[in-house]
């Protein structure tokens, strides 16, 4: 399949989906990391169990109300403040988003 690299491989700064079948497909790293930044930064809650659909709904709005430096800004000071939290909620974000936007 094209663009897929080995798993094995080392892709420079790009985020990678692994695949059952041992290749792993390279994601675009900015457009993933802005919508991380701002469903972690919305007020969705894991423990809500939120749809895809208000997933992408979230971070669309966070992302219209303060930017993607917003954002940013937002995981910054939860890495500073509470990184104990942060870490488990980044990771949630992360998965979250895979799943709302997949192809």
């Not at 990391?33 to 930064?41: H, N, S, T």
């Not at 997933?55 to 403040?81: H, K, L, N, P, S």
Request: hydrophobic letters at 40%.
């Amino acid at each position: 399949m094209p663009g897929l690299q080995p798993a094995d491989g080392v892709l420079s700064s790009e985020h990678t989906t692994a695949h059952d079948n041992g290749w792993e497909e390279p994601m675009n790293a900015t457009i993933d990391d802005i919508r991380c930044e701002a469903l972690f930064a919305s007020d969705l809650q894991r423990s809500w169990k939120p749809t895809p659909e208000l997933i992408r709904a979230a971070v669309t709005d966070v992302v219209g109300r303060i930017g993607e430096t917003g954002c940013a800004e937002m995981v910054a000071q939860e890495f500073g403040e509470h990184p104990d939290c942060a870490i488990g909620r980044m990771l949630w974000a992360r998965d979250a988003i895979r799943l709302a936007f997949a192809a």
